[in-house]
């Protein structure tokens, strides 16, 4: 037979501290990782796509003479892929002379 | 380029494992030293219940060696408290007076010698395997013995083992959304823009200059329109001040004269897949609790039982989509698939949001059918599209990323959802799926290309297309014999069967949604691999359906042998891998089997009616295996299901190897 009942009583405030002390230490865990890891994934892009920009870098340098006098480069684009290495070349070459064919004298310099 | 951008995504699945490794090992030692203290408390506060008891019966003058039937309070003391391995009283040598059943301890004799050597100087100390704690046994103030209560050391591990597959679950989820970013940030990056400037280039080799790159975000390959656009700009300049200057126009060349700006926009599969799996994320977010969702709208006045209810808006959602998907293939045929896809999402993106708003039945019965609606045509437009823009030698990878990405985007989709609601409730959940879905619309309107000339069909769904498809042989025989079974299967065996079964051997839903979870899994993981090697296989490409008809009879078998979690496990993987070799292929096989009637009736259109076809498969399955069940249980319905699934893949067989024999003849004639 129940004849009553012990209870038993919390401060609720000392475990919601408990709680968010935890939480709180977490979330400098999680952002530690997210920085260390950001910086190592920024630094492993950099490295993996160091060819890539050098390339990137050579097909801008021959597209910003596209219009003017210069000689058309040979580029050699191993990781953009041979067929865009003849493609930019020609592209320039079919803009001279679409640039020649609209007249207006010596081809304007690219900025 | 695809080496590099392998590497690439080495790394970031590396820095993904690694920091998810990381932040898990420091939580878990974090709560490791939280959690032993809290338990250490718990256990003394045990002790001392304990020991107060003894004490009594000492403070009696009962001798501390002859306290009568001490072994069986302790073991009552030990079942209230499952946490608790042992409760020992030993003499202050270490001698053991009481216990509770030591047999499943771990080295008793360590643990013995342990005790006798126990200094006393702390409470807690760490013996083998336990946590042992020690409270002092007095009488008159004088120390007679320690109460030694153990638990297991390794509480986080117990902790972990409890809910190492919601774990695993949350990894395999977080891993497949992190897959899909890096995917659409590589295509975005580099295969995007490169096709969209092979396209430029091309224009430009027929003399067209009319046409410039897009603005480019993502500082990759897209780098170069800026120089090319500043080119195209230039001679296009200079051809208007040409016009303007009445003089006349060079022959073969064009140039955008009225100022139009037109952008060259490549048709790259990527983007149609990463808004696909957008949108089946956001309308699979509210898969793990749309029926409690439902189930507010409930009122007895309905005069129909609260299940009965709860099924209503999901069948009708079921109902409207499959009537939808035929006519949405004509109508993407008829307008593009970027508008259509476009105007689907934007449906899906309306009736969501309404969907968060609903007040009564009616009303989310009615806002439901319209995200079916915008639902179906999603789903048609962007098959449709990869059938059409996906190279005939790559047809089943495209139809295995199709796949995937409907698989992936609806497990992370009903994983995150769950947790979503929880923390912002019914309605917010359905505004973000709705914000998500208006996303999918966007992108696909601005990043998909120009499909002039590539869609066929400009007419309405006729009769007729179902006639002209339905007689083609070989659309039949995959369609009836492949598809149907394999429809029979995923909702018979699967989604009606599984279920009942695991839950027939005492499993609980949520083990069972982990189960059914593996199927998709098995989707995601080798419907990829697999469709590389159809796609290798060319004309024999019928082979790999074949191979996945008689895997998905053998998995279904499965419980026959393994009446057991492990036989349902392997059954459900084996369906999926069987499912992963066959349907990737089916859509491919008709195309290349039947490709005449097929453009004659419009891809969309095609792709329509063939999966309103299969969807026969899905509304007969769990009636036929409802059926079976009752009348002759589960292993007879499973007995039966692969024997029906084994009968259809062997017809199947001979009937288009029948078919290959007769062609054969003619050529050599």
Redesign the interface.
């Known amino acids: 037979m129940i004849v009553g009942a012990v209870v038993l009583g919390f401060d609720k405030a000392a475990i919601d501290r408990?709680t968010a002390g935890?939480g709180f230490?977490?979330l400098v865990?999680?952002v530690g990782?997210?920085l260390i890891?950001t910086a190592?994934?920024v630094l492993?892009?950099w490295w993996?796509?160091r060819?890539?920009e050098s390339e990137?870098t050579q097909?801008?340098e021959a597209?910003?003479h596209?219009?003017s006098d210069a000689p058309v480069p040979d580029l050699r684009l191993p990781?953009?892929?041979e067929?865009?290495a003849r493609?930019i070349p020609?592209?320039?070459t079919?803009?001279r002379g679409?640039?020649a064919?609209?007249?207006?004298g010596t081809p304007?310099p690219?900025? | 380029?695809k080496d590099?951008q392998r590497?690439?995504v080495v790394?970031?699945s590396g820095?993904l494992l690694?920091?998810a490794v990381?932040?898990s090992y420091?939580?878990g030692g974090?709560?490791e030293s939280?959690l032993t203290q809290q338990r250490v408390g718990v256990e003394l506060e045990i002790g001392r219940s304990v020991a107060v008891v003894v004490e009594r019966a000492l403070a009696f003058g009962v001798p501390f060696d002859q306290l009568v039937d001490t072994g069986r309070f302790l073991e009552a003391v030990k079942i209230d408290n499952p946490g608790v391995d042992y409760i020992i009283i030993t003499t202050l040598d270490g001698r053991l007076h009481y216990s509770t059943d030591l047999s499943r301890v771990s080295d008793v004799a360590g643990l013995r010698r342990a005790l006798a050597a126990w200094n006393g100087l702390g409470h807690t100390a760490r013996i083998g395997r336990y946590f042992n704690t020690a409270t002092p046994i007095n009488r008159k103030g004088r120390q007679l013995g320690w109460l030694h209560l153990g638990e297991r050391a390794n509480i986080i591990e117990q902790l972990l083992r409890d809910i190492v597959f919601d774990i695993v679950t949350v990894l395999v989820v977080a891993m497949l959304v992190a897959f899909e970013l890096v995917r659409v940030l590589l295509a975005a990056s580099f295969a995007t823009p490169?096709r969209a400037?092979?396209e430029f280039?091309t224009r430009?080799?027929g003399?067209d200059?009319r046409r410039t790159l897009a603005r480019d975000l993502f500082g990759g390959?897209g780098?170069?329109n800026g120089?090319?656009n500043?080119?195209?700009a230039?001679?296009n300049a200079?051809?208007r001040?040409?016009q303007a200057a009445g003089?006349e126009m060079?022959v073969r060349?064009s140039f955008d004269l009225a100022g139009e700006r037109g952008t060259v926009r490549a048709n790259a599969i990527e983007n149609i897949r990463w808004s696909f799996f957008l949108l089946i994320f956001a309308e699979s977010l509210s898969l793990s609790f749309f029926p409690i969702f439902v189930a507010q709208f409930y009122d007895p006045a309905f005069g129909l039982p609260l299940p009965v209810v709860v099924g209503i808006p999901i069948t009708v959602f079921m109902l409207v989509w499959a009537i939808t998907m035929p006519f949405a293939g004509t109508w993407c045929d008829r307008i593009g698939y970027r508008l259509a896809f476009s105007i689907g999402a934007a449906m899906t993106t309306i009736g969501l949001f309404l969907t968060a708003y609903s007040t009564s039945l009616a009303d989310l019965l009615l806002w439901r059918s319209i995200t079916a609606v915008g639902y179906g045509i999603v789903y048609v437009t962007t098959q449709a599209y990869i059938t059409v823009f996906v190279s005939a030698k790559e047809g089943t990878r495209g139809q295995a990323m199709f796949l995937t990405s409907f698989f992936t985007g609806s497990l992370s989709g009903a994983a995150i959802g769950g947790i979503l609601v929880d923390r912002l409730g019914f309605a917010m959940t359905f505004l973000l799926s709705a914000g998500l879905s208006a996303i999918a619309a966007l992108y696909v309107l601005r990043s998909l290309g120009d499909e002039t000339g590539r869609t066929v069909a400009k007419k309405a769904l006729a009769l007729a297309d179902f006639k002209l498809l339905l007689r083609h042989r070989h659309f039949a025989i995959v369609t009836f014999l492949s598809a149907i079974p394999a429809k029979v299967a995923l909702a018979g065996f699967l989604y009606y069967s599984v279920p009942l079964y695991l839950k027939d051997l005492g499993y609980s839903q949520s083990i069972t949604g982990r189960v059914m979870m593996a199927y998709g899994l098995a989707i995601i993981l080798i419907g990829p691999m697999v469709a590389r090697w159809a796609d290798q296989a060319r004309t024999r490409r019928w082979r790999f359906v074949m191979l996945g008809g008689y895997a998905a009879a053998l998995a279904m078998a499965v419980p026959l042998f393994l009446a057991d979690m492990k036989g349902a496990v392997i059954a459900v993987v084996g369906l999926g891998v069987a499912h992963a070799i066959g349907v990737s292929s089916q859509m491919t096989l008709i195309n290349d089997r039947c490709g005449e009637t097929v453009r004659e009736v419009g891809q969309g259109t095609a792709v329509g009616i063939f999966r309103l076809v299969e969807r026969i498969g899905t509304i007969t399955g769990p009636v036929l295996l409802g059926a079976m069940i009752a009348l002759s249980g589960f292993m007879g319905a499973f007995a039966v299901l692969a024997l029906f699934t084994f009968a259809t893949t062997t017809l199947f067989t001979l009937l288009l190897w029948q078919s290959d024999r007769e062609t054969a003849s003619i050529e050599i004639a």
Do not use: C, H, Q, Y
Not at chain 1, 101 to 104: K, N, T, V, Y
């Open positions: 408990a935890m230490t977490l865990d999680w990782t997210v890891m190592l994934a492993g892009i993996l796509t060819g890539l990137l097909a801008e597209l910003a596209g219009l990781v953009l892929g067929e865009i493609a020609e592209f320039i079919r803009s679409a640039a064919s609209l007249g207006g304007k690219a900025p | 380029m590099l590497r690439l790394l970031v820095m690694l920091a990381f932040v420091r939580a974090r709560f939280s490169l400037i092979n280039f430009i080799a003399g200059f390959i780098r170069l120089r090319i500043a080119i195209v230039e001679l200079r051809a001040r040409r003089a060079p060349l």
